[in-house]
């Protein structure tokens, strides 16, 4: 037998938006200047919330916190394309998408504040609580979305990570899974480039984390992570892809992470410094407020309004989350188990 190639592969890439505003018109998603403007004030609010985090445990008032500074865009651009009943599995730094999805801006504090109460979803929200361990949800997500899959619900599943996941065993077997059965599930990567101390090019040989999905029978796609419509639409179709029986789809976010990995890293100690100020010409917010600026969207004192708007909204969540009555010692042991244990009752008992 001759030698025969099997298999060959390309991996899309998207960008609508460019670093100075200029934007590819055939690619705009049909979005009103109202839509485009609610994007820019997620946006800030996102970003306002970062630094009134950073502040905060900087004076002690809560604890360890993972900045999204530069990432605003992977998560607002996505979680913006749901349309509410998709089940959502995130990991620890998706403040922008908690705030897209309407979660209570002073619960996301008051578990950053050390509460877990903070985690407690609100009624018509299907947010699972934050998964600290890298990447231990995805298999979460795809069997949720084979639940769906066998009830035959008409719905999608969006699972939230960083690449230091794809470094997982749990990426994977997810991944076989989703492939295998074709899963309405959308996984969204936010490529931030480093996995706390651990550059991408350590990670993998691969020249994208897209490609990965393609070993695994179903579409990858890299999108400029720092661009919010290219975000948006990607995920717009892919959960349109999704929902009609079409499977999985993974969107790699390519973005860069502009501050530490969290309050307790200094990442000075091992990236340049060069590195981080290339990314800050890329800033997200930046970038939209040129685009909108073009199209007359946006001015220097709309910005001011909108700023002291987010200002004011976050100044409420902290007021909100510090003025919420501190947990009884005994309510550590509820919702535990169906039922204590002799010892578990007595620890209650001890601790009440």
């Known amino acids: 037998m001759p030698e025969s190639t099997l298999a060959t592969f390309s991996v899309r890439?998207?960008?609508?938006?460019?670093?100075?505003?200029?934007?590819?018109?055939?690619?705009?998603?049909?979005?009103?200047?109202?839509?485009?403007?609610?994007?820019?004030?997620?946006?800030?609010?996102?970003?306002?919330?970062?630094?009134?985090?950073?502040?905060?445990?900087?004076?002690?008032?809560?604890?360890?916190?993972?900045?999204?500074?530069?990432?605003?865009?992977?998560?607002?651009?996505?979680?913006?394309?749901?349309?509410?009943?998709?089940?959502?599995?995130?990991?620890?730094?998706?403040?922008?998408?908690?705030?897209?999805?309407?979660?209570?801006?002073?619960?996301?504090?008051?578990?950053?504040?050390?509460?877990?109460?903070?985690?407690?979803?609100?009624?018509?929200?299907?947010?699972?609580?934050?998964?600290?361990?890298?990447?231990?949800?995805?298999?979460?997500?795809?069997?949720?979305?084979?639940?769906?899959?066998?009830?035959?619900d008409r719905m999608a599943v969006v699972a939230y990570f960083g690449d230091g996941a794809t470094s997982k065993g749990d990426f994977h077997e997810a991944f076989n899974l989703a492939g295998v059965f074709r899963l309405p599930v959308v996984f969204i990567c936010q490529n931030n480039q480093w996995a706390i101390s651990v550059p991408l090019s350590a990670q993998t040989a691969t020249r994208t984390l897209a490609q990965k999905a393609l070993a695994y029978g179903f579409d990858g796609i890299q999108v400029d992570g720092n661009d919010v419509l290219a975000v948006h639409r990607a995920t717009?179709?892919?959960?349109?892809?999704?929902?009609?029986?079409?499977?999985?789809?993974?969107?790699?976010?390519?973005?860069?992470?502009?501050?530490?990995?969290?309050?307790?890293?200094?990442?000075s100690r091992y990236r340049p410094a060069e590195e981080v100020a290339a990314w800050r010409e890329r800033d997200p917010l930046l970038r939209f407020e040129r685009f909108l600026a073009k199209r007359g969207l946006w001015n220097e004192d709309y910005a001011a309004e909108m700023k002291g708007k987010a200002q004011g909204e976050i100044d409420e969540a902290v007021r909100r989350f510090e003025a919420?009555?501190?947990?009884?010692?005994?309510?550590?042991?509820?919702?535990?188990?169906?039922?204590?244990?002799p010892r578990q009752k007595k620890q209650k008992e001890q601790a009440s």
Request: net charge negative; proline share 7%.
């Open 13 to 152: 890439r998207l960008e609508i938006i460019d670093p100075e505003g200029n934007a590819d018109e055939a690619l705009l998603p049909d979005l009103s200047g109202d839509e485009l403007r609610r994007l820019y004030y997620l946006l800030l609010l996102t970003r306002t919330f970062d630094g009134r985090a950073l502040a905060l445990q900087r004076e002690g008032r809560i604890g360890t916190y993972p900045s999204v500074l530069g990432q605003e865009a992977a998560q607002v651009g996505s979680a913006v394309a749901l349309a509410g009943g998709e089940w959502i599995f995130p990991s620890f730094r998706e403040m922008g998408v908690f705030f897209t999805l309407g979660y209570p801006i002073h619960q996301l504090f008051q578990y950053w504040g050390g509460d877990e109460r903070g985690l407690r979803t609100p009624d018509g929200l299907n947010v699972f609580p934050v998964c600290v361990s890298v990447g231990t949800h995805l298999p979460h997500a795809a069997g949720a979305a084979l639940g769906a899959r066998t009830r035959g």
């Open 236 to 267: 717009r179709e892919a959960l349109e892809k999704a929902r009609s029986g079409g499977g999985p789809t993974f969107i790699e976010c390519l973005t860069y992470r502009m501050a530490d990995h969290t309050t307790a890293d200094d990442a």
């Open 324 to 341: 919420v009555p501190p947990p009884a010692p005994g309510e550590m042991f509820d919702f535990v188990s169906g039922e204590l244990s």
